[in-house]
């Protein structure tokens, strides 16, 4: 039987890495957010995990240490790194509560440190103070450090998301593995009723597809090499550069949030609050993560486990 790992969620959002580890050995212990929405979405569905609402910027070494989670994984807000938000590092009032997590660090007693550690955030993070800052840090405590650049495409998903993922641990990484995994077409991702009859909500009203379509990425439902960019937070609000559009029978739609959870890669069973409004959801899936990204750089962490009986290197 694995031993089982306890987990921290820092950002936790509405569950991404909550649906990467599920079926394995890691056991979230705590869950971290301070958006009510997106903590609804948590608790609808891993309604067994401490999710708390907590505001990150006033949290304190005990509150952390409080937890003794073997593994912390944090998705901080990106817009301070991102090419599209203002670059302005530690210094954007959205940083600081990275920024806290990073002052409290060196308080946290050696014998509740988590053995493992582990980052996601937009590409820019790489050349950003606070990756320095964070990486000083961890150098300090003895961590082994592995630093990627990861795109779900690579993993056969048909949808770009490339992400910065960081991977420490106290008890050292396994090696890296080659990637194999065969595409999946993106229509096994689609909802084929709403490519004939859509919802009306999901349709671009055709005078907004004749003056902007040209500027829209606008996908064949049935080309088995079609992928979309990536859906942001602001996908159904910005109508460019937010994310991809379908032709459908009736002209062209937007993605339902269940086909863009799908192809983040969290489960059929995953489900949104039928209270929350279309944008909300759309807002919340953009400020997610790829599970499938998660689960992939997981593979370097020591003493995670599948449920299947493989350990990391298959998990
Ligand atoms: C990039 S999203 C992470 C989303 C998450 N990985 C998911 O799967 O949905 C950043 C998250 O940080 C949360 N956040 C921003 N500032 C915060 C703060 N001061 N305290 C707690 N959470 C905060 C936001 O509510 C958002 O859910």
Redesign the pocket.
Known sequence: MPISLTALEL???????AAAVEGTNVHVVGA????PA?LAVYRLNFPEHNARQ????KITASDLAGFGADLWWL????QPYSIRGNQKDLADP?A??LARILSVFPGIPEGVLPASLAL?NVAGFARAQARERLVELLTARKYEIRERLLCPTELGMPSRRARYYLVASRLGLLPPRPVSSPPRPLRSFLNPVFNDDPPSELLVPADVVNKFGEGFRILDPLDPMAYTTCFTAGYGKSLMHAGSYLRCRHGVRRFAPEEIAGLLGFPETFSLPATLSLRKCWH?LG???SVVAVREVFKALPGVNNGRGGSSPEF
């Open positions: 950002f936790c959002g509405i569950g991404g890495f971290l957010d301070q958006s997106a907590t505001d990150l910027e998705s901080p807000p990106c959205r600081q509560s996601e919340l400020n997610s993560l």
